[in-house]
């Protein structure tokens, strides 16, 4: 079994799981390096795994793996294709189609084995593997023996869903062959469930690979690529998601209308195109649920609401369809937290980028296309303000979590929101040593983030009153306030953007 990897930890890491922040570097951004987007501590990681490779392993097993996840987009192959780049030695890197049969992806990994610069490729050639189990073997055979090599399996997923015999065959062959080799095995994928249960109890390659989450960049990394001060880089952020390809479009210092300006105005521009690939991958034929997404991103937050919206689909559809997005880890479910236990789910898209894009670019895509990018403009401008103060609740949420001790209470584990079936009250911000069900609310709070009005003694009385009936709150629990603009009520505990940003460096 190999040995775990390890970086400094990550808040809200857990033990089993790599979690590695992206760090942005300018020049490379710039241009250096083909515009490779830094990631040093990622390549890091990689390096370190392969000098295991190289160190050899217990009973002359020197082969390890290690299951490569993240959202579409966010540059896992490219870290991939740098990382082989940089290390220099034999590597083989294939990658699979959704649209392709089990001979089909036979036939592509036979030809990248071929023109790969694996000291053994000639193996590969003039055979035609009718199985996984064959064509493994052939690449155990076209491994080196006296040096480590490389080997990239891209979109796993795929090779699973053509041929469900797929995870079997890598295992056995990785056990009593492939981890005999002085070779690093990465898998690759974007389905994050799937690649997240490969190591599961009960799955054939269960602790064989140690796991690796490649994240969108954040918003302090956003903030630094593009020269940006802290409240305009969350702006940034929530219309670009942290994507590295669409961030690579943003001129450094450009506002946010400026960059819209040009985006919404070029149907290939990266933020309208990122978004309708994506999906296309994620729902080849789930009709129900990208409409059910499209609800949920336009608006929409109940299960009755968004069934309304997706064209009054039955009870049954609609929950089929949104176990589908919350597994897929598309969408969020998430109940008030207090110390009272809750049914009232709410749904919300989880990626930033794609809600903005559900929002304001899906739905207006014909009007691009014929020209009229103005239009598309003209709405973003219009709403931008009510949107953003929505969008961006989660993202302070998580900015929260990551404060250093002494700013929250120190009970405080768990942070989220709480509201009733009336909205009446809504709360932004519950800070509680629990959830979902708190045995102990340990700060209440309220988001000011839609305009530019500072926080002010209205605000206060206000939440003063939603305090008093949020459930295991009293007159005692703290309040905070976490606003763009600062405030002007003395005697209550204020974050904002400066402050925010902080916590993601």
């Known amino acids: 079994m190999p040995a775990p990897m390890t970086v400094p930890p990550?808040?809200?890491?857990?033990?089993?799981?790599?979690?590695?922040?992206?760090?942005?570097?300018?020049?490379?951004?710039?241009?250096?390096?083909?515009?490779?987007?830094?990631?040093?501590?990622?390549?890091?990681?990689l390096d370190r795994a392969l000098d295991r490779v190289r160190a050899g392993g217990r009973a002359g097993r020197p082969g390890r793996a290690l299951l490569i996840r993240g959202r579409r987009r966010v540059g896992k192959s490219r870290l991939a294709e740098e990382f082989v780049e940089r290390a220099g030695v034999p590597h083989l890197f294939f990658t699979a189609s959704a649209q392709s049969s089990v001979a089909a992806d036979l036939g592509l990994f036979t030809e990248s084995a071929i023109s790969s610069d694996l000291p053994g490729a000639e193996v590969f050639r003039d055979q035609t593997p009718a199985t996984w189990d064959a064509a493994l073997r052939l690449l155990a055979a076209a491994l080196p023996q006296d040096q480590p090599a490389i080997v990239v399996l891209d979109e796993m997923p795929y090779l699973i869903a053509n041929d469900p015999g797929f995870e079997g065959a890598l295992q056995t062959l990785f056990d009593r062959e492939l981890s005999r080799r002085p070779m690093l095995l990465l898998c690759i994928g974007s389905d994050l469930a799937m690649m997240e249960a490969l190591n599961e109890y009960g799955r054939p390659f269960h602790q064989r690979a140690t796991e690796m989450v490649i994240p969108p960049l954040n918003p302090a990394d956003v903030a630094a690529m593009l020269d940006l001060p802290a409240a305009d880089a969350f702006d940034a952020y929530l219309v670009t998601g942290g994507l590295p390809l669409i961030l690579d479009e943003w001129p450094d210092g450009a506002s946010l209308t400026d960059y819209l300006t040009d985006a919404v105005t070029d149907p290939t521009s990266a933020l309208l195109v990122s978004a309708e690939r994506a999906l296309a991958a994620e729902f080849p034929t789930e009709a129900q649920a990208r409409r059910v997404l499209g609800a949920i991103g336009s608006g929409e937050r109940t299960f009755t609401l968004i069934g309304r919206a997706a064209g009054d689909l039955p009870h049954a559809s609609l929950s089929r369809a949104l176990h589908l997005l919350t597994t897929k880890r598309l969408v969020d479910a998430t109940t008030p937290l207090s110390t009272q236990p809750s049914k009232e789910t709410r749904y919300v898209v989880t990626d930033p980028y794609l809600r903005f894009w559900l929002t304001f670019l899906g739905p207006r895509f014909a009007d691009i296309e014929r020209g009229r990018g103005d239009l598309v403009l003209d709405r973003i401008q219009t709403s931008w303000t009510t949107w953003r103060g929505r969008a961006i609740e989660p993202v302070i949420r998580e900015s929260l979590r990551r404060l250093p001790d002494g700013i929250l209470p120190a009970a405080t584990t768990a942070i989220g929101g709480y509201w009733t079936r009336t909205n009446d009250p809504e709360i932004d911000i519950v800070g509680a040593d629990h959830a979902p069900i708190a045995t102990r609310i340990t700060a209440v709070?309220?988001?000011?983030?839609?305009?530019?009005?500072?926080?002010?003694?209205?605000?206060?009385?206000?939440?003063?009153?939603?305090?008093?009936?949020?459930?295991?709150?009293?007159?005692?629990?703290?309040?905070?306030?976490?606003?763009?603009?600062?405030?002007?009520t003395p005697g209550i505990s204020t974050l904002g953007p400066d402050d925010l940003i902080d916590t993601w460096a």
């Open 445 to 488: 709070g309220s988001i000011k983030w839609h305009n530019n009005r500072p926080f002010d003694t209205h605000d206060l009385a206000q939440l003063t009153i939603h305090r008093s009936r949020l459930p295991g709150a009293d007159d005692d629990t703290p309040l905070i306030a976490v606003t763009r603009a600062g405030t002007t």
């Open 10 to 45: 990550t808040p809200g890491s857990t033990p089993d799981t790599l979690i590695v922040e992206c760090l942005m570097d300018e020049s490379v951004r710039n241009g250096a390096m083909a515009g490779f987007v830094g990631r040093e501590r990622e390549l890091a990681a």
